[in-house]
Each structure stands twice: as structure tokens, then as C-alpha cells.
């Protein structure tokens, strides 16, 4: 009978865990410009224009964007999650910021959908950009991680995890990248956080 190996520790699994996220970041296409350049780009331009931003998608990547929703508006950006029931209509100087890991969802590509009929700029973040949602995007966000809709090996991070990890990482460095085109202090960031807590 062979020994039972002893499971790995917490700091050799997040290194792991981190080294998988690091490698989407690594994952280059020339004919995509970093997912980064690409959302920094559009929400300064939004911002610029007096624009709202708006997020959505769907399970865990949903989640990752509403988190970069609340750091929007840490920023002093207005910024709404689709399904708010506060969210207002989208107009032609908005931005909606939508996720597709796999490369389309029915109920993203519709909202995608009724954004470019609104007049307003879409951008899909996605792993496979060349599904259904990029045919209403006005810019892709290219993000290599593996999604749901490949099958087995993920490694520590099954399912959608490394799209979904990167997703957060990516957003993380957004918001730094935001800050300082936007001259935001951690205070001035700190200072619209809310106190209803």
C-alpha cells in the first residue's frame, strides 16, 4: 500500500494559484491590445465625456464585476450593475463594461445588444473573442484564462476560477492605473466609501 502524500500547504497553493493567474497576463495576441490599455482607455474616455459606466454579467464573473463597480464609484465614477433596480436607461455618452468568459451568454449578448441600440460603447471581456457578444462590442478585452466551457485540468482552480481570478487581478490593476490618471488619492478613495455599515 502506498503512503498517503502529504497535502500541499496553504503557501505552496497560493503560489500556485497565483503563478496560473500570473500566466493569463503573459498570454499575448497581437491582434488584441492588453485587456488593461483597453478597459483604462475606455473608462477615461467616459469618464472624460461625463459618461456613466455600467457592468454586467453573469455567476462569478457578475460578482467580479460589481466588484469593480463599487471601486468605480469609490473613484468618484458613476457606475451601476445592470440588474440594480436603481440602474437608470443607458445613454449614447455611457459605457457598459459586459463579461462573457466563454464568449456569449444569451442574456449578456442581449443586454450587449440593447446597449449599442442605445448609442452607448460596449465592451465584452472575454476569453474567446470571437463569440457571440463581441459582435456588439465596440473594443474587446482579451483575457486568456480558461472558462467554464473548457473540460478538465484546471489544476487548483476548476471550472471558470483562472478567468474569474484573473478577472479580479485585472480589475485590481484597473482601478490602481484609474487612480492615477484621475489623480485620486487613497484618501479622496477612502472618503466615498460608504459608512452604512
Not at 149 to 162: D, Q
Request: hydrophobic content about 40%.
Amino acid at each position: 500500500m502506498a503512503a498517503k502524500s502529504e497535502p500541499p500547504t496553504s503557501a505552496s497553493m497560493a503560489t500556485d494559484i497565483c503563478n496560473q493567474i500570473s500566466s493569463v497576463f503573459s498570454t499575448t495576441d497581437p491582434s488584441h491590445p492588453p485587456a488593461l490599455d483597453v478597459l483604462v482607455s475606455e473608462i477615461t474616455k467616459t469618464a472624460s465625456q461625463h459618461g456613466r459606466i455600467f457592468v454586467h454579467g453573469v455567476g462569478r464573473e457578475g460578482l467580479m464585476l460589481k466588484a469593480l463597480c463599487m471601486r468605480l464609484a469609490h473613484l468618484g465614477l458613476p457606475s451601476h450593475c445592470v440588474a440594480d433596480v436603481t440602474a437608470p436607461p443607458i445613454t449614447p455618452t455611457d459605457l457598459l463594461l459586459a463579461s462573457t468568459g466563454p464568449g456569449g451568454f444569451p442574456t449578456v449578448d442581449a443586454i450587449c445588444t440593447v446597449a449599442r441600440s442605445a448609442g452607448a460603447r460596449v465592451v465584452v471581456i472575454t476569453a474567446r473573442p470571437g463569440g457571440s457578444a463581441s459582435r456588439e462590442a465596440t473594443a474587446v478585452a482579451y483575457l486568456a484564462g480558461r472558462t467554464m466551457a473548457e473540460g478538465e485540468g484546471g489544476g487548483l482552480l476548476p471550472m471558470g476560477s483562472l478567468y474569474e481570478g484573473a478577472m479580479f487581478v485585472l480589475f485590481e490593476m484597473v482601478v490602481w492605473r484609474l487612480a492615477k490618471e484621475l489623480g485620486q488619492s487613497e484618501e479622496e478613495i477612502r472618503s466615498r466609501h460608504t459608512n452604512l455599515e
